[in-house]
């Protein structure tokens, strides 16, 4: 078992922390958050006062921040200045493919092996350790991060060199806005045409329309398996969070000059939904607004 330093407990950390010490691990846990602080200790791991603190004879870091900014800062202000060279450093954020590299590449010149490891699962997966990590790196950083990720997920995939791991994830995303508009508007037309939702599911989830917008997560209530549509488009994947991948994606596009009309769309869409003071409910429920 590992002494892990574990930063940023929120929403997806918490849980994530929390399996760690479940399989026995020593998490040493920080967020600027008393109360998040508080759910770690609860969860058993040893809440302590910063992220130097933290990183002090860390054999992992794991960061699980909201935005690049947030993991360049730490990266900055303590990772590299207290984490052991020996540390492997993971950052399973979800940030701007740009800064991945450039924090991975800072991490490097100090000799530390470094990946970013950002993870395709909600909350819910993030409690019961169901995670899927896509991670950039090294095969050799890879395979050091590959066991402590193993204990947070079902599924731990190497996507290439430092950064691979947040394109991954970026296009996956622009994937998953995309085909939930899609699956969105075909429920409804479907609907107006006088065909019953629940035909259509049984017909589209066994035909070449399939995804895992219309399988998994259905958007209408009472079709398909239970999902946010069923619970008034609450829990789930937030709008808010879906805009900000989207968002992520449209960046890295314009970088490498790919045209993404489809993605840029989709985040013009759900730009207007969390306009509408939506941001909060499941990304699903624009298919009230497309219904409209
Ligand atoms: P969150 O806002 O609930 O948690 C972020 C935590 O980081 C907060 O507790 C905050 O206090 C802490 N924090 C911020 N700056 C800090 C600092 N300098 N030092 C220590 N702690 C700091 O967010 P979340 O939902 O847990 O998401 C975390 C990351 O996971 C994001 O990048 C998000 O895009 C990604 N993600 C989220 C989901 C989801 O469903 N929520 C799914 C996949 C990926």
């Known amino acids: 078992m590992a002494r892990i330093a574990f930063i940023g407990l929120g929403n997806m950390g918490g849980g994530m922390a929390a399996n760690l010490a479940k399989k026995g691990h020593d998490v040493r846990a920080f967020d600027l958050s008393a109360e998040a602080l508080e759910r770690a200790k609860a969860a058993g791991c040893l809440p302590v006062d910063s992220a130097t603190a933290a990183c002090d004879g860390a054999e992992a870091v794991i960061t699980m921040l909201p935005a690049g900014k947030h993991v360049e800062g730490v990266y900055g202000d303590a990772i590299l200045a ?20 450039r924090v991975a590449e ?40 590959q066991p402590f990720l193993a204990d947070m997920g079902k599924a731990v995939i190497h996507a290439g060199a430092n950064g691979a791991g947040q394109a991954a994830k970026v296009c996956n995303n622009m994937l998953l806005g995309a085909t939930m508009i899609a699956t969105c508007e075909a429920f409804l037309l479907a609907r107006k045409l006088g065909l019953d939702p629940q035909k259509f599911f049984d017909i589209a989830s066994v035909s070449s329309g399939q995804s895992w917008s219309m399988t998994s997560y259905a958007p209408l209530p009472g079709v398909g398996p239970e999902t946010p549509a069923d619970h008034d488009y609450q829990g789930g994947f937030a709008t808010a969070l879906m805009l900000k991948d989207l968002k992520l994606a449209a960046e890295a596009a314009a970088d490498v000059g790919a045209d993404t009309p489809m993605g840029a769309r989709a985040a013009d869409l759900y730009q207007k939904f969390a306009d509408a003071g939506q941001g909060g409910t499941d990304f699903s429920g624009i298919i009230r607004m497309l219904d409209s």
């Open 106 to 145: 800072g991490a490097m010149a100090r000799g530390f092996a470094a990946v970013d490891a950002p993870v395709s699962g909600g909350i819910a997966a993030a409690a019961a350790g169901t995670l899927t990590f896509m991670a950039g790196g090294s095969a050799e950083a890879f395979e050091r991060a």
């Open 82 to 101: 207290s984490a052991p060279a020996s540390a492997i450093l993971i950052d399973c954020s979800t940030i701007d493919v740009a800064t991945a590299k």
